[in-house]
């Protein structure tokens, strides 16, 4: 048995992209990546990789999942030997044992943790929107830096209050235990046993896992005093590792892939502000020094990073070393020096995005000349400084995976500092020869090397069949609509309309209520599955408004026809097909996002009656074998009984259709 904690840092590692091309040759096209099958013979490509999503799919053949089930595919074997080949390509220790108490305990731990994060947020939220010194004090603040709604809600901001204990007294009343208020780091237990919230009097930005779940609060106090730190953030725990964690790569990974950029500033303030002014593939450190966790997160999404410096940044030349671990890995950065005595915050409010985006085309510059002609300015006059100069140049240079990249840094780099481009050669190849890279690190730098190999182009259809293999019938028809509906917006609210009567709920409870009243589950034991996992997920965190469903729950289950299926749903194409047998009920949707609040009632409405439809053909067969007139009887009521519930359920989808 693999761990939790093991099999999370495997799948956090995995760059999907890297995986695949191990096997297939991909050829970018927009935000994915493209190839013809290794699953059947095909000519035309109709199989896609999604780096923002972590998934492939073939649109041919209808295969689909993450990067460990495509090794479990392509070579043939199970789950966990799947995970240790994804381990043992990014370097990380598998030790398979059985699942101890303690372990089992750990894991429930994790669990437990995530969900106090979400409530602490939701609380937070609450004080910010209806509390009285929320408003006063945190929306103020808010609202002084330009931030509108949106933004707000999309970062899910909040105000935790000025009283000591009132965020801690509130969740014991609400029955978290202690002990996770604890170790997420929310709450601290004085000596005397009284509580004391982290984060009091602070306004509060949640920090996100790549899937969107909530790992730790970074908070800022409003209180002038020198003595009180200015932010203040969760500590390390079992779920928040601030070395693999980058604040807004969630609000941020689809437009880094769009764009195939990734930028980096330092702080919350600087990532919303730029949201908000329309330049959303932002990511901030936090203020801490870019880590080597930290890169490959941005590797997921991008090869390429653009760093924006403050224009009277006195930490620049303290931060080169990070952007040297930058290259190291294999990624294209650029640099962005702001106008004195601004920042990204001040900078993104007072100009539109369109503004930002030609400055940023306009001043941005690689970063091996920016930092020769930085260094150089210290260096003039002095040959002593100008070796050292040199010297530094041709470490960071050396570093660098890719030879033709290399060849095109030691030219320009010769030409900008006037020295003879063999002697750059020769020390860089001495540098690269003398480095003591890791074994982990040589083998990044192979696989790098063989990844940037030059593909031929291919050609991919604008649109494929949708796979339909396996499914089949009215009933699995209905399922897989409504699973589509679950997966897809399940955590919106939206307004149902029910016989002309309207009110708004969520399209997670609504169908989950609706099904567990009737005592209804599905057939198809792969939806079934699905909708189980689902209904437990969202019991344990009843999400809404604009926040997902931790879709991972789902991409990364051991079960791979689960797995398969749901990414059969999520990438198949951006609008759902209406179903063959929508049509022949007259059912018509025109828009699919808008028509939920009517279609997803019909939906269930008639897949109910098609599941007492089949009760009362069991009930038929049996009369027809029965020879005992008592039970019979007892049947014919049994059929009275559906007849009715399927004359009032006939009637009711009459009047909604």
Known sequence: MIDNTTVDRIFAAANIVEVVGDFVTLK?????YQACCPFHNEKTPSFVVSPTKGLFKCFGCGKGGNAVTFIMEHEGISYPDALKWVAKKYGIEVQERELTPEDQKKNDDRES????????????????????????VGMSY???????????????LGFCPTKGDAFTKTALKEGYQEQYLIDTGLSIKRE???????FTGRVLFPIHSVSGRIVAFGGRTLRTDKKTAKYVNSPESEIYHKSHTLYGLYQSKKAISQEDCCILVEGYTDVISMHQSGVENVVASSGTSLTEGQIKLIARFSKNVTVIYDGDSAGIKASLRGIDMILREGLNVRVVLLPEGEDPDSFARSHSASELKEYI?????????????????EATGDPIKRAALITDIVDSISIIPEAITRSVYIKECAMLMRIDEDVLVEEVRRKRRDNTFSKEEKEFFQRREQYEKAVSPVFFPESSPENQKGI?????????????????????????DIEGEKYTETVAKMIIEDLENDNIEFVNPTFNRIFQEYKKTYSENPVCGEEEFPMNRFTNFPDAEVCNMVVDILLTQDKMKISRFWSKHD????????????????????YKSIVVKQMLEELRRKQLELSDLAEGLELALQQNKLNEILKKLSQKYSRMI
């Open 587 to 606: 059912l018509y949707i025109n828009n699919e996002e808008d028509g939920l609040g009517i279609a997803i009632p019909k939906a269930l409405n008639l």
């Open 192 to 198: 005397n046993g009284t509580w004391y919230d982290r």
């Open 361 to 377: 085309a306009e001043n941005e510059q690689d970063f091996i000349s920016f930092k020769a002609k930085l260094l150089m300015q």
């Open 28 to 32: 970018k096209k927009g935000v994915n």
């Open 113 to 136: 943790m995530m969900i106090v994060s979400s409530y602490a947020a939701d609380y937070f939220k609450q004080i910010l929107h209806n509390d009285e010194e929320g408003l006063a």
């Open 142 to 156: 808010f609202r002084e830096r330009g931030f509108t709604d949106q933004t707000i809600e999309k970062f899910h």
């Open 472 to 496: 089949g019938g009215a009933q699995n028809e209905l399922e897989r609509e409504l699973i589509t509906y679950l997966l897809r917006y399940g955590c919106k609210e939206k307004e149902f």
